[in-house]
């Protein structure tokens, strides 16, 4: 599984960069209102985003246009940013004309704001790079997001759409909305390809109480043999 960053805080990119095991970032309109981002700075923003983890890393980068042609205008634009830009869009009927119109111009699409088998379906059918289910929402309606996400695998893996994509490249599900180390545990044993988490969450998944435990006994032993 690779670990994509959900988050529009530098700072953040740059502390989990420094970790190595940063693969992509994820954004959108709320995280980049979250740090006070200002519309005459968001180009800049994803660009300075783009330089931190490198050209190797995915950062998805959303679109908030709403009808097929200005997504598309939208998207191009944001495509000009960096060569690792890919134009997050969400799932709806506009959506997947805009997602197969730029694939068509070989322009990656991460299709988020997915929820159901169905959905994701539709996003791979149109040309989606990335598809991104939601874990937390679900939860937030008493939901199994899980079994979501597990459904949402198995049924794009039962089919070959690389003739969809950008470039041939095999789909990717990203466990978007991640609020749990324990939600990264689960969507890697169901097979998800990458989980998208908030940097809270990504400090947590390298804690464990043992980890603690152990280290705290063998400083007391080092301790002990320095005084001896």
């Known amino acids: 599984m690779k670990f994509f960053l959900d988050t529009a805080d530098l700072a953040e990119i740059e502390e989990a960069a420094s970790w190595g095991a940063l693969a992509g970032v994820t954004t959108n309109p709320s995280l980049y209102a979250k740090i006070g981002g200002r519309l005459e700075n968001f180009h800049a923003h994803m660009k300075r985003i783009c330089e931190i983890v490198g050209p190797?890393?995915?950062?998805?980068?959303?679109?908030?246009?709403?009808?097929?042609?200005?997504?598309?205008?939208?998207?191009?634009?944001?495509?000009?940013?960096?060569?690792?830009?890919?134009?997050?869009?969400?799932?709806?009927v506009e959506g997947l004309a805009a997602t197969r119109a730029l694939a068509d111009q070989n322009v990656p699409v991460n299709m988020t704001l997915c929820f159901s088998v169905p959905q994701a379906l539709l996003a791979a059918r149109a040309g989606a790079r990335y598809i991104s289910p939601f874990i937390g929402r679900f939860d937030d309606i008493s939901d199994d997001g899980l079994a979501q996400v597990g459904n949402i695998v198995q049924a794009i893996g039962n089919y070959d759409f690389t003739n969809n994509t950008v470039n041939g490249e095999q789909i990717e599900i990203i466990a978007a909305s991640v609020r749990s180390a324990n939600h990264v545990t689960q969507c890697a044993l169901?097979?998800?390809?990458?989980?998208?988490?908030?940097?809270?969450?990504?400090?947590?998944?390298?804690?464990?109480?043992?980890?603690?435990?152990?280290?705290?006994?063998?400083?007391?032993?080092w301790e002990k043999v320095q005084n001896a």
Do not use: W, Y
């Open 190 to 221: 169901m097979g998800a390809d990458i989980a998208t988490v908030p940097f809270g969450v990504l400090k947590k998944m390298v804690q464990h109480p043992l980890t603690d435990r152990g280290l705290d006994s063998f400083m007391k032993d």
């Open 56 to 92: 190797d890393c995915p950062v998805s980068a959303e679109s908030v246009a709403m009808t097929r042609d200005e997504i598309v205008r939208d998207g191009l634009e944001l495509a000009e940013i960096a060569d690792n830009i890919v134009v997050k869009i969400p799932t709806m």
